[in-house]
């Protein structure tokens, strides 16, 4: 398992548009993507369970990637919140 925490960076924090590209991207992922959000592990291939997480703006989440592809899956997923996950 590898891990990293990242800063949500979107003004709305992570609701529809935003976690509909972040699960579109875990799914793509061969990995087991959890997201962890203060006491709550959030399924990341799940829109749903992402928007129920109400991820505010500047949270700190971390990303865990379990499984065959975690390097490169975990640098993706960083890098797209990073991005601002197209906002």
Same mark, same amino acid.
């Given at each position: 398992?590898?891990s990293q925490k =990242?800063t =949500?960076? +979107?003004?709305s924090? @992570?609701h529809a548009?935003?976690?509909s590209? @972040?699960?579109?991207a875990?799914?793509?992922?061969? &990995? +087991?993507?959890i #997201?962890?959000?203060? +006491?709550?592990?959030i399924q990341a291939? &799940? #829109?749903?369970n #992402?928007?129920?997480?109400?991820i505010k703006? *500047?949270s700190e989440? !971390?990303?865990?990637?379990? *499984?065959? &592809? !975690? !390097?490169?899956?975990?640098?993706t @997923? =960083?890098?797209l #919140?990073? &991005?601002g996950? *197209? !906002?």
């Amino acid at each position: 398992m590898v891990s990293q925490k =990242v800063t =949500v960076k +979107n003004p709305s924090g @992570l609701h529809a548009r935003p976690a509909s590209i @972040l699960a579109q991207a875990a799914g793509k992922c061969r &990995s +087991n993507v959890i #997201i962890v959000y203060g +006491n709550k592990n959030i399924q990341a291939k &799940s #829109i749903l369970n #992402i928007m129920a997480a109400a991820i505010k703006t *500047g949270s700190e989440i !971390e990303i865990q990637c379990t *499984g065959e &592809s !975690e !390097e490169q899956d975990l640098q993706t @997923l =960083v890098a797209l #919140i990073e &991005s601002g996950l *197209g !906002e």
